[in-house]
């Protein structure tokens, strides 16, 4: 039997992840209504999946069954949604429009966008913790998963990011940034995914943080490419936001051209750190390039 | 031996405590400063730590070694103070002094406010996860502390706070929103302060449970009598709060009298529910005395 095309891949794995969020979040017919509805509102029905997709392709690789990859792929979903949440909040970005719906405070208000995130996020530890795989190593990735969300990781680039606004960043300042507030919740979906099956060696590790490292970084380099050329209808998103903030991006810093070719030398470096696993690693090789040529 | 009289003991808890969670916590030395340095802010200097005290009260009962309560009472007390911050921010409570000092919003922004907050809740994970104790037990442990930090217990007793703004909410009801929004986390500080000294039998387990509910519930009780009754300089917060943005409390439902003597009674049931455990629960049996009888 050949493996499906990757198209057919992804919208079985999005699919199969829409399934697990809505069976992981509380119903919205429970008290309290208001945050259960919000709660499904902002996670469910959009969004492209990356951190799942990663995780279900590293999965893939290392034999990991459905249901402890459906409990991963949750949990690190839920981490990102809660931070878009909070992301959009007027405190921070005061974005209006996200997966091409209005953000939580404005379809219900803010105090419930703060709580849909902190309920969020600690749903995700639940839905983990409910995994079923062999104690020790689920203590390992619930560890994993807490220093990828917190200040070592996506809340610290965030601190950065927004200590940043109006500074003159150099790129490698920008790279760290980047490396915490996306990249850390990058790598973990890979790693999380590949744990789900087994325990790493040291070198497979190794290997997977390299693919990683490079998929996060381009990643992100797509990301400001296309806020500075894609406008918010395909995007789903406000285009354009990050020059209107004065925020420092790639195309800011490299220009237009240099970052497209910045993020096809990510690419071709995702695909040499996976040349350890053979045929076994084409999902993850596929969605290096998916990342980088998305247009959305 | 005789045991230390009981407020020698709840100041050496404390300063370990203290000495914990400056430990658990990122130095400000360490980037994004501007974020660790209010982490630790807001964490450090301040506050009774009751559910602290409830963990070691209870480990001493199963024999919990001290490192491993260290990290529970740090993991509880960081989902503690991370919702003490959000709840203070403008779009939830908008108060301006917590613990005698200015909230975090107030002495930063509401941006760190946000992050400080998000940034607690994984810490608080991520130091339960580090604790040195059988693994199976110690995913029983996070798990627990996930449900009694999301919808089903403290944030969904804020959303029903929030809802409840301006109602006339039955007792029932006002009872059922404090068990998730105080109690919740009060339960699981004692269940997990247990579980640090060894796997719980189901009669243990229910005993320990009918005194959290008698000692959450009088906690929440006695705050209301304070808010109604005590200073702000006395509380470290706002008083009269609650009366001032219509909130319903067991002085607005019961009367002060009423209330009083409820606090007392459900002191009585904390005892009471103790009764198997004999002499070696004398911490618990004092913490609800002072629970009951604090002044602020």
Not at 227 to 239: C, I, Q
Request: proline residues 4%; aromatic residues 4%; contains cysteine.
């Amino acid at each position: 039997m050949t493996a499906p095309a990757f198209s057919a891949w992804t919208q079985e794995v999005q699919l199969e992840v829409e399934r697990a969020l809505d069976a992981f979040l509380p119903p919205a017919t429970a008290v309290p209504h208001k945050l259960h509805e919000a709660m499904r509102y902002t996670t469910l029905g959009g969004g492209k999946r990356v951190r799942p997709l990663l995780a279900y392709a590293a999965g893939a690789l290392f034999g990991a069954d459905a249901a402890a990859l459906a409990r991963v792929a949750g949990a690190v979903e839920m981490i990102h949604v809660y931070s878009l949440v909070h992301d959009d909040m007027p405190c921070m970005d005061d974005d209006a429009l996200r997966r091409g719906k209005p953000t939580v405070h404005v379809a219900y208000d803010e105090a419930t966008a703060l709580l849909v995130g902190d309920t969020l996020q600690a749903q995700a530890f639940e839905v983990l913790a409910g995994a079923d795989l062999p104690p020790a190593r689920l203590v390992q990735m619930m560890r994993l998963l807490a220093q990828a969300a917190g200040s070592a990781g996506m809340c610290g680039g965030q601190a950065i990011d927004l200590d940043s606004v109006g500074l003159a960043l150099k790129r490698e300042e920008l790279e760290r940034m980047h490396q915490l507030k996306t990249g850390a919740m990058l790598r973990v979906s890979v790693v999380l995914g590949a744990l789900a099956g087994r325990d790493l060696a040291a070198d497979e590790l190794q290997a997977l943080d390299k693919y990683s490292a490079a998929v996060g970084l381009a990643f992100q380099v797509v990301d400001d490419v296309l806020d500075a050329t894609a406008d918010s209808a395909t995007l789903g998103k406000t285009a354009g936001k990050d020059a209107a903030d004065n925020k420092p991006t790639y195309v800011s810093i490299l220009g237009l051209e240099p970052s497209r070719a910045l993020a096809e030398q990510l690419r071709r470096e995702a695909h040499d750190a996976l040349a350890p696993f053979g045929d076994n690693a084409q999902r993850l090789r596929e969605l290096a390039d998916l990342i980088v040529q998305r247009k959305a």
